[in-house]
C-alpha cells in the first residue's frame, strides 16, 4: 500500500487494504458524492441551456435528472461489464474467488451509486407521494447484493461485474424519456433509440441466462465460498429480474415503441388536462 504525500491512505490505489472499513467506507462514500455532483450538474446545464427542462414542473425536473444520473452509471457498468465477460480472463477462469483491484474500486463505487439512488428514490417517493414498487424494490436489491459483496470480501467479482453489464439499456431508457419529453416522439432519432433500447432488454434477459449458468456451473463451490445469506440476496434479485422485472420492462418499452407515452408522469398529466379543461370552463361561464 502507498501513502499520498501528507501520510495519509489516497482513495484510489492499486494497492488500497479493501479488507479495511474505513477504506471502504471512503470510496462508497465517494462514489456517493459523485453521483450526488453528476445529479446537481444534470440540473445546472439542463436549466442553462435546455428550454423545455425549464418548463417542466418540479417532480419531472428531479426524475430528468436522476435519469441523466443513472445514465452515467450505466455508462460506466457497460464498460467495466464488457471488460469482465470479453476481456478478463482470469475472471471467468475462476468466477467465485477471482477478484482484482479495478473490480473492487467498481464493486465500491457501485455500492455508493446504489445508496444514492436509495436515498433519492425515497426522498423523492416522500417529497411527491408516489411508490415505484418495482423500482424500489429493485434498487434495494441492488444495494444489498453490492453491500454484501463489500462484507463477503472473499467472493470472486465476475458475478457481481456482468450483474452490472445489466445497466446496459440504462443510457438508452434516459435518451428516450428525455425526447419525450421534448416532444420528438415522433422523430426517427426516438425511435431507433426505442429500437435499440428493447434490444438491449432482450440482451439483459440473456444475461440472467448466463448469469443463472455460472451458478449452475459453479453451485458446489458457491456453497464453499459464499454465505448462504448472501447467495439467497443475490438469488432472489436474480429470480426477480428474470421472471418479473425484465419481462414487464420489455412489455412495457415495446408498448411504447408503438404508443409513445410517458408512463411515469401519465396521471399527473391527465390531471392537468382535466384541471384545465376545467379551468377553461368556468372563464367560458364567466364571459357568456
Not at 50 to 75: D, H, M, P
Not at 92 to 119: C, K, M
Not at 172 to 193: H, R
Request: with cysteine; proline share 3%.
Amino acid at each position: 500500500m502507498f501513502l499520498a504525500d501528507d501520510g495519509t491512505t489516497p482513495i484510489f490505489d492499486d494497492e488500497l487494504p479493501y479488507f479495511s472499513w474505513q477504506v471502504c467506507i471512503k470510496v462508497i462514500g465517494a462514489g456517493f458524492g459523485i453521483y450526488l455532483v453528476i445529479f446537481l450538474f444534470s440540473h445546472w446545464l439542463s436549466f442553462c441551456f435546455i428550454s423545455t427542462y425549464r418548463c417542466l414542473s418540479a417532480k419531472e425536473q428531479v426524475f430528468w435528472n436522476l435519469a441523466a444520473t443513472r445514465a452515467v452509471f450505466g455508462i460506466q457498468s457497460i464498460i467495466v461489464g464488457l471488460r469482465a465477460l470479453l476481456f478478463d480472463t482470469d475472471l471467468y477462469a475462476d468466477p467465485i474467488r477471482s477478484q482484482h483491484d479495478w473490480t473492487w474500486i467498481t464493486i465500491l463505487v457501485s455500492t455508493g451509486f446504489f445508496l444514492f439512488e436509495n436515498v433519492a428514490l425515497h426522498m423523492f417517493n416522500i417529497y411527491f407521494s408516489t411508490c415505484d414498487i418495482f423500482l424500489a424494490i429493485h434498487h434495494l436489491v441492488a444495494f444489498a447484493g453490492y453491500f454484501g459483496a463489500v462484507i463477503c470480501g472473499t467472493a470472486g467479482h465476475y458475478i457481481p461485474m456482468i450483474t452490472l453489464l445489466l445497466e446496459m439499456s440504462t443510457p438508452f431508457t434516459c435518451v428516450s424519456w428525455m425526447l419525450l419529453k421534448v416532444g420528438w416522439s415522433q422523430s426517427l432519432i426516438w425511435k431507433a433509440n426505442q429500437w435499440i433500447m428493447i434490444h438491449m432488454f432482450h440482451c439483459r434477459m440473456i444475461l440472467t441466462y448466463h448469469l443463472w449458468w455460472v451458478c449452475f456451473c459453479n453451485w458446489e463451490q458457491l456453497l464453499d465460498h459464499i454465505p448462504i445469506s448472501y447467495l439467497l440476496v443475490f438469488l432472489f434479485g436474480l429470480s426477480l429480474l428474470t421472471f418479473i422485472l425484465n419481462p414487464y420492462w420489455t412489455h412495457k418499452k415495446t408498448l411504447q415503441l408503438l404508443a409513445p407515452v410517458d408512463w411515469n408522469f401519465e396521471r399527473s398529466s391527465e390531471h392537468d388536462k382535466h384541471s384545465l379543461a376545467e379551468d377553461n370552463g368556468d372563464i367560458k361561464k364567466k364571459t357568456s
